[in-house]
C-alpha cells in the first residue's frame, strides 16, 4: 500500500464484506481477527486470535440483538471487543462502546483492545488507524471518524449524548446502581440497525440480565446458551472416574462429555457447591437459580407456574388480576401491602383469599398513592362480600387506613389491639413467611397467581437467615399474600364464634 488513502480504501472494503464467508465455517471478520489481532491466551503467550468452539458459536447465531448467558471464561468478551474492533476500523463514523459492570474489568477490555491495536501492522496504525486519542477511556481514530470507548455501568451518564452503532454490556447481572435504567440510556443511544450484545454469567433468578433472558421471545433478542464444556481445556488429564451418577450418564450422553470432563466436573462441584452451576454453567434454568438460596421450594413454585392459566378476567391495564370471581355467601380476606406511590421502587399491592380454604382468588398490583389505593381497596373489597381488609399498617399504611375509614366509609378493617391494621415486626415477619411457605409446600393449588409466584422465586434467604427479594426483585405480592394468611389464620376462629353467638341468639 503506498499511502494512507490507499490503506483508508482497502479497509472500507473490508467493512463492506466482514459477514462474507470466505473459508468453511468462517467469514472475513474471522479471517481478519487471525491475521491482524493479538491476544494473550491462557498460558500468557501472544497468539493469533483463532476463535474456540464457544466463539464460534455464537458468531454462528449472532444477530443485531442479542443475549448471551455462559460459563465462566469462555473468550466471549474477547471475541464481541475483536468483532467490534474490526468494525470500527473498517466502517467509517462508528462508535463502539463497551460497558463493564466495575473499573478493573473497564481496565482488563480496555488492555485487550489495545492490544489489538499496538500489534496491527506498524504502516496501519501510522496511516489509516493512526490515533488522536488513545486513552484509558477511549481511541479516536480521526481518518475514519471512529472511536471506540470502554465505560463502566456504574458511571450514570455512560453512553448519553452518543450515538453508537455497536454497544457490548459484559457482565449485566452484577451491574451496579438501577441497571435497568442504565441499560435502557444506553439502549436508547444505539442506532436502529446497531449491534447490541448483553453478556453474563448468571447471578441469581432476578435482576436486569435475568429479565432481558425471560423476556427475549418479546424483545427479539437472540438467546446464546454456552455451557462450560465449550471450553477444551476444562478437564482433568488422564482421568477416569468410576460409580457414574445418573446425571454424569445423561450430561455423557446428551453432550459427548468425556470422563476427563466429568472429573473437571467433580472438581468444580466440590470447590464451588452451590455456585458452580452459576459459574459452569450447564443449563439456562439451574445457573440461574444457582446464585440465591429460595426460601420457598423452587421445584413446586416451578411446577405451579408450568400449571397456571390465564386469568379469569383483567382489569385496569391489568393492575387488577381477578382469579376466582367472588362466590355468595364466601367470606373473603385482603391481605395489603402499602407503598409510596411513585412511579419506580415499590408496588402497592393486595390479595384476596377466600377465608374457609384459603384460596387465591385476586391480585391488585400497581403504583397507587395512598388515596386512589384506598379507593381501589374499598370497591375490591364490596366487590368480595365485604371482604375483611388487613392493612399493614406500618409507614404508608397508617396513610391507606385513614382514606378507607374516612374517604371511603369502608369500616370492615381487621384490628390487632384494638387498632386497625396489621403490625409486621421482626417478631410477626418470620412467622408471616413460614405461613406462606408451609402453605405452598403443602397446597400449591391454592395460588393461582403468575405475578406472586414469580415473586416467589426470587425471594431468598439472606445471610442473617431472614428473607428478602433478590437484588433488583420485588416482593409485594409476596408479603400481601403473607399478611392474607396470617390475618386469615387469626380471624378465622373469631368468625366462627362470631357464626356461634349469632346462632345461639337466634
Known amino acids: 500500500?503506498?499511502?494512507?488513502?490507499?490503506?483508508?480504501?482497502?479497509?472500507?472494503?473490508?467493512?463492506?464484506?466482514?459477514?462474507?464467508?470466505?473459508?468453511?465455517?468462517?467469514?472475513?471478520?474471522?479471517?481478519?481477527?487471525?491475521?491482524?489481532?493479538?491476544?494473550?491466551?491462557?498460558?500468557?503467550?501472544?497468539?493469533?486470535?483463532?476463535?474456540?468452539?464457544?466463539?464460534?458459536?455464537?458468531?454462528?447465531?449472532?444477530?443485531?440483538?442479542?443475549?448471551?448467558?455462559?460459563?465462566?471464561?469462555?473468550?466471549?468478551?474477547?471475541?464481541?471487543?475483536?468483532?467490534?474492533?474490526?468494525?470500527?476500523?473498517?466502517?467509517?463514523?462508528?462508535?463502539?462502546?463497551?460497558?463493564?459492570?466495575?473499573?478493573?474489568?473497564?481496565?482488563?477490555?480496555?488492555?485487550?483492545?489495545?492490544?489489538?491495536?499496538?500489534?496491527?501492522?506498524?504502516?496501519?496504525?501510522?496511516?489509516?488507524?493512526?490515533?488522536?486519542?488513545?486513552?484509558?477511556?477511549?481511541?479516536?481514530?480521526?481518518?475514519?471518524?471512529?472511536?471506540?470507548?470502554?465505560?463502566?455501568?456504574?458511571?450514570?451518564?455512560?453512553?448519553?449524548?452518543?450515538?453508537?452503532?455497536?454497544?457490548?454490556?459484559?457482565?449485566?447481572?452484577?451491574?451496579?446502581?438501577?441497571?435497568?435504567?442504565?441499560?435502557?440510556?444506553?439502549?436508547?443511544?444505539?442506532?436502529?440497525?446497531?449491534?447490541?450484545?448483553?453478556?453474563?454469567?448468571?447471578?441469581?433468578?432476578?435482576?436486569?440480565?435475568?429479565?432481558?433472558?425471560?423476556?427475549?421471545?418479546?424483545?427479539?433478542?437472540?438467546?446464546?446458551?454456552?455451557?462450560?464444556?465449550?471450553?477444551?481445556v476444562y478437564l482433568v488429564q488422564e482421568a477416569r472416574v468410576d460409580d457414574l451418577s445418573e446425571e454424569e450418564q445423561q450430561l455423557m450422553k446428551a453432550h459427548g462429555l468425556s470422563q476427563e470432563q466429568i472429573a473437571f466436573r467433580r472438581l468444580k462441584l466440590a470447590e464451588f457447591r452451590q455456585r458452580a452451576a452459576e459459574e459452569y454453567a450447564e443449563s439456562a434454568e439451574k445457573c440461574f437459580l444457582a446464585s440465591s438460596e429460595c426460601l420457598f421450594d423452587l421445584e413446586r413454585v416451578q411446577r405451579r407456574l408450568s400449571e397456571l392459566g390465564a386469568p379469569a378476567e383483567l382489569r385496569d391495564n391489568g393492575c387488577l388480576e381477578v382469579l376466582l370471581p367472588p362466590q355468595a355467601g364466601r367470606r373473603y380476606v385482603i391481605g395489603v401491602d402499602p407503598a409510596g406511590g411513585g412511579t419506580e421502587g415499590d408496588f402497592a399491592c393486595a390479595q384476596v383469599v377466600e377465608l374457609q380454604t384459603g384460596m387465591q382468588c385476586a391480585e391488585l398490583r400497581g403504583h397507587f398513592g395512598p388515596q386512589e389505593f384506598a379507593g381501589r381497596l374499598a370497591r375490591l373489597a364490596r366487590e368480595y362480600n365485604q371482604a375483611l381488609v388487613a392493612v399493614e399498617r406500618n409507614n404508608h399504611g397508617h396513610a391507606v387506613l385513614a382514606h378507607l375509614q374516612l374517604g371511603e366509609n369502608y369500616l370492615h378493617l381487621f384490628e390487632q389491639g384494638g387498632q386497625p391494621g396489621w403490625l409486621t415486626t421482626s417478631v410477626s415477619r418470620p412467622r408471616m413467611l413460614s405461613g406462606l411457605e408451609a402453605a405452598l409446600a403443602n397446597s400449591p393449588g391454592l395460588f393461582l397467581g403468575r405475578r406472586l409466584l414469580d415473586e416467589c422465586r426470587t425471594f431468598v434467604r439472606r445471610e442473617d437467615g431472614s428473607g428478602a427479594a433478590a437484588s433488583g426483585a420485588h416482593d409485594d405480592c409476596v408479603m400481601a399474600m403473607a399478611i392474607a394468611l396470617a390475618a386469615r389464620e387469626e380471624s378465622a376462629g373469631r368468625w366462627e364464634r362470631e357464626a356461634t353467638v349469632a346462632a345461639m341468639e337466634r
Open 1 to 232: 500500500m503506498a499511502d494512507g488513502a490507499q490503506d483508508v480504501e482497502l479497509l472500507l472494503r473490508c467493512g463492506e464484506r466482514l459477514d462474507l464467508q470466505v473459508a468453511e465455517g468462517g467469514t472475513l471478520c474471522d479471517l481478519l481477527m487471525a491475521r491482524l489481532l493479538r491476544v494473550r491466551n491462557k498460558r500468557g503467550k501472544l497468539v493469533a486470535l483463532r476463535p474456540n468452539l464457544a466463539q464460534r458459536e455464537y458468531a454462528r447465531r449472532a444477530r443485531r440483538r442479542n443475549l448471551v448467558l455462559k460459563a465462566r471464561q469462555l473468550g466471549i468478551t474477547t471475541y464481541i471487543a475483536a468483532r467490534f474492533f474490526l468494525q470500527t476500523i473498517t466502517r467509517p463514523g462508528t462508535l463502539t462502546v463497551q460497558v463493564a459492570h466495575d473499573q478493573r474489568s473497564a481496565e482488563e477490555i480496555f488492555r485487550i483492545v489495545h492490544r489489538f491495536l499496538e500489534n496491527l501492522p506498524e504502516a496501519l496504525r501510522q496511516g489509516a488507524l493512526e490515533t488522536s486519542r488513545a486513552n484509558i477511556r477511549q481511541i479516536v481514530f480521526p481518518r475514519l471518524d471512529s472511536e471506540y470507548r470502554v465505560e463502566t455501568a456504574a458511571d450514570p451518564s455512560a453512553g448519553r449524548g452518543l450515538t453508537i452503532q455497536n454497544l457490548h454490556g459484559s457482565e449485566v447481572a452484577r451491574w451496579p446502581r438501577d441497571a435497568a435504567a442504565t441499560l435502557a440510556s444506553l439502549r436508547a443511544a444505539v442506532v436502529p440497525d446497531g449491534e447490541i450484545v448483553l453478556e453474563s454469567t448468571a447471578n441469581g433468578a432476578s435482576g436486569c440480565f435475568y429479565e432481558e433472558w425471560q423476556n427475549a421471545d418479546l424483545t427479539g433478542y437472540t438467546r446464546h446458551f454456552l455451557p462450560w464444556w465449550y471450553e477444551p
